[in-house]
């Protein structure tokens, strides 16, 4: 009698969960509806949708003087607004590729992978910027300042700019003031 009235609380409570989970995951919370606008107003106001699809993406390699790029963040400074995004890099050996991809607002960016030398202390990091000298050597070659300034950026909606290699990590102390300043 004990085993029959305990299977009959266990068959309840496996009902009951059963009926919550059930509820919760098939049941999809419905999205409310936009509200009419007016075609005559004075002052434009930007929909979710003209949000969402005011982007674009940048890609390219990440590169670091090593045979494994460590983890890190692949960082996009809008240079009008001064807004900084930034995107983690697990790094090579947690699975990490070569490249990056990376969806950003329509505007001209400034971009760096900055690499942590020590997982202890993620304020220490040595950055690859996108500049001449990524864009041509990826070797500690390119010593002419020129070639270590900042090549801007500029995201289109909806176009993906390509071959924004991170790959200059070979500057001298001068030439990573310089390549800096913009972040």
Known sequence: ??????????????????????????????????????????????????IITSVGTVSGKLCYPSSFLPPGEIVAKELDSGKTYTQTYEGTFNGGGLTYSFELPVGTYH???????????????????????????????????????????TIKVGEEITNVDLCDFYYNPTQEQTLNKSF
């Not at 971009?111 to 020590?118: M, N, P, V």
């Not at 910027?129 to 041509?136: L, P, R, S």
Request: charged share 15%; net charge neutral.
């Open 1 to 50: 009698m004990k085993q029959k009235g305990f299977l009959v609380v266990l068959v309840f409570i496996v009902l009951v969960f059963a009926g919550y989970f059930g509820y919760k995951y098939f049941n999809p919370i419905p999205s409310p509806s936009p509200s009419p606008t007016s075609t005559l107003t004075t002052s434009a106001v930007p929909t979710a949708e003209a």
């Open 111 to 153: 971009i760096r992978y900055q690499a942590h030398a020590s997982t202890k202390d993620t304020s220490i990091f040595t950055s690859g910027y996108y500049d001449e000298c990524a864009k041509t050597m990826h070797t500690n070659e390119c010593t002419p300042d020129s070639g270590h300034i900042n090549i801007p950026v």
